[in-house]
T-cell receptor, first 117, second 114 residues
Framework: GAGVSQSPSNKVTEKGKDVELRCDPISGHTALYWYRQSLGQGLEFLIYFQGNSAPDKSGLPSDRFSAERTGGSVSTLTIQRTQQEDSAVYLC???????????????FGPGTRLTVT | AQSVTQPDIHITVSEGASLELRCNYSYGATPYLFWYVQSPGQGLQLLLKYFSGDTLVQGIKGFEAEFKRSQSSFNLRKPSVHWSDAAEYFCAVGAKTSYDKVIFGPGTSLSVIP
């Protein structure tokens, strides 16, 4: 079956431009996360969608970052006026609502490598 | 607030030696606990998870982890390390009783000497 997919796999953009990163979660997964991973660093939480609840945006580093999830499925992370410090791998993950338990593991996409020149 | 610490930033072991990676968490409710591995240039893969029941859980690739509530720990172990185990390892915690997001630790980088 299909896993989490992300597009594009690589994106090079000029400083000041806007970029959109896309995440297609596994069908039926109610939770969707965005993380940022800078070179040699851990996972930095950005935003979390769970079903129809209001998203947890507590990890977004600035108001240049935003994300939406349409129809409870596909999500788009938008970075406006990109800066060089935005260069990183952006990871998306999804997880289902498992019967009998409230949580199960996250399934990660391959990531989008963003380079801001 | 939830938090996860992995005290060892980097560990080097010889191939065939045993391994223990430490993970400590802080959370008021009973947690769900995970270990993920990220091999160079690869995505994150789940190694194992603890939700309830037996506190010693077995995972893929010969890994196991033990949940110790009294110590708020969930350490990852492997009796004999292989060169292919060189990777970044992340511990994560999620809350059982709410919609709280899963929190990842900073990771431990493992190097294996042939």
């Amino acid at each position: 079956g299909a896993g989490v997919s992300q597009s594009p796999s690589n994106k090079v953009t000029e400083k000041g431009k806007d970029v959109e990163l896309r995440c297609d979660p596994i069908s039926g997964h109610t939770a969707l996360y965005w993380y940022r991973q800078s070179l040699g660093q851990g996972l930095e939480f950005l935003i979390y969608f769970q079903g129809n609840s209001a998203p947890d945006k507590s990890g977004l580093p600035s108001d240049r970052f935003s994300a939406e999830r349409t129809g409870g499925s596909v999500s788009t992370l938008t970075i406006q006026r990109t800066q060089q410090e935005d260069s990183a791998v952006y990871l998306c993950a999804s997880s289902p609502w498992a019967s009998g338990s409230k949580w199960t593991e996250q399934y990660f996409g391959p990531g989008t490598r963003l380079t801001v020149t | 607030a939830q938090s996860v610490t992995q005290p060892d930033i980097h560990i080097t072991v010889s191939e065939g030696a045993s391994l223990e990676l430490r993970c400590n968490y802080s959370y008021g409710a009973t947690p769900y606990l995970f270990w993920y591995v990220q091999s160079p240039g690869q995505g994150l893969q789940l190694l194992l998870k603890y939700f309830s029941g037996d506190t010693l859980v077995q995972g893929i690739k010969g890994f196991e982890a033990e949940f110790k509530r009294s110590q708020s720990s969930f350490n990852l172990r492997k009796p004999s390390v292989h060169w292919s185990d060189a990777a970044e390892y992340f511990c994560a915690v999620g809350a059982k009783t709410s919609y709280d997001k899963v929190i990842f630790g900073p990771g431990t980088s493992l190097s294996v000497i042939p």
